[in-house]
Antibody, heavy 125, light 107 residues
Framework: QVQLQESGPGLVKPSGTLSLTCGVS?????????WSWVRQPPGKGLEWIGE???????NYNPSLKSRVTISVDKSKNQFSLKLSSVTAADTALYYC??????????????????WGKGTTVTVSS | DIQMTQSPSSLSASIGDRVTISCRAS??????LNWYQQTPGKAPNLLIF???SLQSGVPSRFSGSGSGTDFTLTISSLQPEDFATYYC?????????FGQGTKLEIK
């Protein structure tokens, strides 16, 4: 059974860098999947942050692209999120997720089928 | 970016009711549409992928339909555990935007 677990500081100072890690168990981060980050501000909806493939190829939400870095550590079977220059607007519940896929060459369908429990990050001095 | 708009934003219904939630994409996304359920304090749970495919383990009272720009999630007979917030998400292009959510409440 695949499980994801987020970890990292729960409090970050304004203008600082938010750093989170997602540990993967029950699957290899070097498998066929993309690995994603999603966040949810208090009382609000879901925001897709970005994703990474085992090769290191990344895709980011343009709204965050200038501040986001997602990286992968195959030796530890984990991937990470860094978000720089944070403000109170970055206070949220941060989830990591696996982007599953089905279909065939030329027509794949993607979906987030495994999620971590989430970790709350508050930006405050 | 492709924008996703759900309607309604909130909905009151009773146990046993048939409920439909709509999701509209700002441009065609073929069938690259997913539905998730989120209960308070929990991570989202995948219900439907590729617009109409039921995720393993999800009750058959959930179904999805649509293609192009207009999609629907239907719950055929509401159960107590179905009162939650539902999100659609497009996986046709980057960024994989979510709809704003539909909160389903008990009448």
């Amino acid at each position: 059974q695949v499980q994801l677990q987020e970890s990292g500081p729960g409090l970050v100072k304004p203008s600082g860098t938010l750093s989170l890690t997602c540990g993967v168990s029950g699957d290899s981060i070097s498998s066929i999947y993309w690995w994603s980050w999603v966040r949810q501000p208090p009382g609000k909806g879901l925001e897709w942050i970005g994703e990474i493939y085992q090769s290191g190829t990344t895709n980011y939400n343009p709204s965050l692209k200038s501040r986001v870095t997602i990286s992968v550590d195959k030796s530890k079977n984990q991937f990470s999120l860094k978000l720089s220059s944070v403000t109170a607007a970055d206070t949220a519940l941060y989830y990591c997720a696996r982007k599953g896929m089905t279909g065939f060459v030329g027509q794949y369908y993607y979906y987030m089928d495994v999620w971590g429990k989430g970790t709350t990050v508050t930006v405050s001095s | 970016d492709i924008q996703m708009t759900q309607s309604p934003s909130s909905l009151s219904a009773s146990i046993g009711d048939r409920v439909t939630i709509s999701c509209r994409a700002s441009q065609s996304i073929s069938s690259h549409l997913n539905w998730y359920q989120q209960t308070p304090g929990k991570a989202p749970n995948l219900l439907i992928f590729a617009a109409s495919s039921l995720q393993s383990g999800v009750p058959s009272r959930f179904s999805g339909s649509g293609s192009g720009t207009d999609f629907t999630l239907t719950i055929s007979s509401l159960q107590p555990e179905d009162f939650a917030t539902y999100y659609c998400q497009q996986s046709y292009s980057i960024p994989h935007i979510f709809g704003q959510g539909t909160k389903l409440e008990i009448k």
